[in-house]
Every structure is written in structure tokens, then in C-alpha cells.
């Protein structure tokens, strides 16, 4: 089976468009959350990834943004985006949100799960090798997929120590993929990267397709109009750090 993973697209309907018209054709889709949030086309996407289907998990600027989480934690300009993306969204958009279930999911494939943030508490960054140690020692899935960090590569527990890998990509601007091959035995935590805000330093929108026969991963990264998703940032009126941001990958 290869399943298109799709994470943290944050109301950038541009950065979607060119993700998925990259992506191979692939039997099943799944959303590791923040639909919404700091872009200004929060109706178009969500719009776009209920069309797709498949598993979806919900994100923390998913809750803010539906009303069911509150703002404290967020730094000012991710609240303000927040609640204008909550301005935004019809009520059956708003509604949809709410009911996004809260991850870890199980996938049908044996020992793979879905989470925004990790498995012990859905808002947890990942992003050091120590922060992935204790997931990855307490895991009882031999692979999970999560989002939140906008970071894309992996972490994995190798005789007991934990080790990262990023993807080596030869550009900074073209259409890409880099394979990362599973080895049977091991637990991983696999982040696809975000379609919409990448803080990774590549501003292309990044994703990834599992083929869990193969048991490979690729990771993609796309060029996008992000000029188009940064003119629609500020015309609605949203803090400029959002518009430019994009163009740092940061």
C-alpha cells in the first residue's frame, strides 16, 4: 500500500495544489494535522482535504482555530492568525474541524500509528534527538508518522541509541524526493515536513508517500507560488512575519 502523508498545510492552499500534483498516484491519504492556521485560505484547503479523505488527526491550531482549545500558549502573531482563520471558515468548515479526532490513530497496516505532536500528548514538539528517545523507548508502534514540528526527516532507536536523518536534497529550488529505507526491526518516527510553513530552511512545500511493501519512504519537497500565498497574507490584513517567512523556510 502507499499512503500520501500530508502534514501541517496551515491554510496554504498554493503550497497544497503543487504538493499534490506532485505526489504519485497512491492508494490511501493521511493528515497528521494543522489544516488551519497562520495562511489566509483557510475555507479553500479545508475544502481541498475533505475531498481527499482518508485518516486525518487533528492539529492544536486545528483546536484554537475551531473553538475548542483556547489561545494560551500561542505566540501573538499565531493568535491573531488563529482567529482570523476562525473569521473565515463557514460554519460547516468550522464544524468538520471540531470533529477531528484527537491522534494517536492506528493505521490498518500492523504497527503504525498517526500523531500531530507524539503519542504520550498530541501539542509535543519533537525536534531533538532527546525529545525522540523517550517516544521511541515507550513506543508501541514500530513506526509512527507525526507533523507539528515542520521539521521533515526521521528519528530512530538503533541497539538502544537514538539517531536522526534528514533528507539530502541537490537544490534549493527544483521538484525533489530522497528515499529513506526501513529496516525491520527498528522504531521510527517519520515527519513528512509541512506543506505550508516549513521551518526546516527549504521553502519548498514538503511532504511524503509510504509504501509500506517496500517499506520505503519518500520525501518530496515542491516549488510553489508562494508569491501568490504571501500577497494573500497581507491583503487580508495578517501580520507581514507570515508573508515572509515562507520565502526563509523558517
Known amino acids: ?44 484547503v479545508t475544502e481541498r482535504v475533505c475531498g481527499l479523505g482518508g485518516i486525518f488527526v487533528r ?10 482549545d483556547t489561545l494560551e500558549g500561542f ?10 482563520n476562525r473569521e473565515q471558515l463557514t460554519s460547516e468548515h468550522l464544524a468538520w474541524l471540531r470533529a477531528l479526532p484527537k491522534g494517536p490513530v492506528l493505521s490498518d497496516i500492523s504497527s503504525v ?52 536523518v534528514r533528507p539530502a536534497y541537490a537544490t534549493v529550488g527544483k521538484q525533489e524526493t530522497w528515499d529513506l529505507q526501513l529496516e525491520s526491526g527498528l522504531n521510527y518516527m517519520i515527519n513528512p515536513g509541512s506543506i505550508g510553513q516549513p521551518r526546516d530552511g527549504d521553502w519548498r512545500a514538503a511532504f511524503a508517500v509510504f509504501d509500506s511493501e517496500q517499506r520505503i519512504v519518500t520525501f518530496f519537497r515542491a516549488p510553489y507560488q508562494i508569491r501568490a500565498a504571501q500577497e494573500k497574507i497581507l491583503a487580508a490584513g495578517l501580520p507581514a512575519r507570515l508573508a515572509t517567512r515562507l520565502a526563509a523556510g523558517s
Open 59 to 68: 492539529g492544536n491550531h486545528d483546536k484554537v482555530v475551531a473553538g475548542i
Open 1 to 44: 500500500m502507499r499512503i500520501l502523508l500530508l502534514s501541517d498545510i496551515h491554510s496554504n492552499v498554493e503550497a497544497l495544489e503543487a504538493c499534490l500534483a506532485a505526489a504519485p498516484p497512491t492508494d490511501a491519504t493521511v493528515n497528521l494535522g494543522d489544516i488551519v492556521g497562520y495562511g489566509a485560505s483557510p475555507n479553500e
Open 75 to 84: 505566540n501573538p502573531i499565531a493568535g491573531v492568525a488563529a482567529l482570523w
Open 113 to 164: 500509528q498517526y500523531v500531530h505532536g507524539a503519542p504520550d500528548d498530541e501539542d509535543r514538539y519533537v525536534v531533538t534527538l532527546e525529545d525522540a528517545a523517550l517516544q521511541l523507548r515507550q513506543a508501541t508502534a514500530n513506526i509512527t508518522f507525526f507533523g507539528h514540528t515542520h521539521i521533515q526527516g526521521a528519528f530512530f532507536l538503533r541497539d538502544g541509541v537514538v539517531q536522526a
